[in-house]
């Protein structure tokens, strides 16, 4: 088998070596005659596999006693939706900060629940830039941000600090890429299928002190406070995916946890985006340079159609999902975690031969 | 490796021939170099996987035109809550039957919603009779039955007519386990974790004039007319669990569809409940003969302690998962489609030697 080179936005590539454990483990679980997901969820068997998940997760992200770790399903879209049916109470306001697709889709969804609004938008400029700082109200119920944002391409490299407010993040497209001060945040979420796992399972971190806040009329798998208080076994979790992530967080451990991850995802990034500011205007970057993301690096060439050209020659060289997000067009390049650094250097090596042939 | 006889009651035993499949293809799904839970949901590769297991779903079930078939997240559970968000407007009362601890549940979750009364209830009784006919006033909003239940091991066997009030069932212990009429219906669902693939996945087969109800300030992900009009595409799937229902329904059209699953699933019913008829009173059922589930066989031997006994000595011989549910103790075989009857046959062998030796 020749594995690609897998770009996509997400789902996306996995550490071979994790799919490799997990093809070996499929048909036996440690001897038990089953597969994981043919255990029992209320058994020994799953049990030891879903807390040895959350106890990775909290050493790896250093999440600090006081924070509740909870695996749900519904994808960050579903967030989108229970961070305010948990957080937005009548009466009070919440604050989106609107630095690309994915922030504006949560916050309309807020706004079907209650009443939240933009604080901060780069919208007029098609989301070129992110904020260095913003201003929130003291009584406001949250602040929303988006960390990273796979469609253009862009990521928050500042600290935004809410004050007393809570801040919570959506951190889909970049959690475990680098180290974080889970203590900046109220709530994180983030669905699995970029940096984690496999799509269908959603991690959300949410602070002791916000798990009073939820009415208890909320439908109850989608009530914080109660899913915590089940260890996120109120109803049946999506086994195999928890247990996947388990295999990807013991492989980020392996490979020396998010400091040695975080500098290698600089690497791959540099890479890419010194290819594309060296190579006079032939390929352009989509953002401005301090708001690149380390996780999508998103860039033309001179034309749509030569984009359209090197889409398909990419793939013909087994350089798969180069292509821009369908909103946006162009070309982009996601490079989580499991995008080895070996496929890095074939896409700069692609990169500078289609300059060559087509500059 | 020796394969114990799983008898979960979910997750639960998944297809042999469906693991191995899933093993061999999980670092290259169909040459294309990548695992199929890498391939973006955009992707054609994975697109094919969905449309032909929504297409075998049709053929299997016989779904006619005038229905959606969707893949969502959040299992029964969740669909305790969304089936009220969709269905049950202001002013409007729905009505259960309450044949069960899901039932119940369900019950609850539609009253933190809105109205919802119980129509028939066996609680009285410890759920141990199920409904033939029901009287549901024909200005309901629908008529919520539970068609398996698992937990007391009983299955609705009559068709309940609603009327011209739509029937929602919560179909997630017997689905595929037969064949079903859907035109009965106006709502199905099911997580997929007992007769359809890994937890983590849920399906909703629903009639097309009931996609009106719904309030445009849904959460999008759980509005069943956005979702279908976006063919489940709506944010990320969970494509991995939904990858494992599609080779689930191959597996069950090879062995001749529904008719013949569910002649071995009686098969394997009548093997087990003739044990426990035939035990002189040692075995003893735990619902009426006539409510008696043909996924989930409840029984009692003399005592308590005996039960336990039972458990350790058939998990020693590799029969797993014979407890019964912690909330009324007891003993449970669950005999999903993935059990073969040879585990079944081993079962039986177990309950005639315990019976001679501790009888």
Redesign the interface.
Known sequence: ????H?F???????P?SV??R??RE???YGG????I???????AV?DAVHNRAIANLRELLTIPDGYQVLFM??????Q???VP?NLLRRGTTAHYVDTGTWSAHALA?AR??GSAESIWSSADDGYQHVPTAVDVPSDSAYLHITSNNTVVGSQIHARLDGGDVPVVVDMSSDILSQPIDVTQYGVIYA?A?KNMG????TLVVVRDDLLERSD???????HYGKVAAKNSM????????IY?VGLVLEHLKELGGLEAVAATNAHKAELIYRTIDSSAGFYTGCVQPAARSRMNVTFRSPSADLDKEFVSQAADA?L??LKGH?SVGGLRASIYNAVPLESVRVLVEFLEEFKRTRG
Chains 1, 2 share one sequence.
Do not use: C, K, W
Request: charged fraction near 15%.
């Open positions: 088998m020749t594995r690609a897998n996509s936005a997400g789902p996306a590539a996995l071979l799919l490799e997990a093809q499929l048909l036996d038990s005659g089953m597969s997901m043919e255990q029992s969820h209320r058994g799953y399903q519904g994808g960050a879209r579903g989108f939706a229970m049916m969804e079907r629940r669905g299928q496999p799509s269908g399972v208890d009329n909320l439908p109850e798998t989608m109120l109803n049946t979790p999506p086994t195999f995916a996947l087994g798969i999902g369908r």
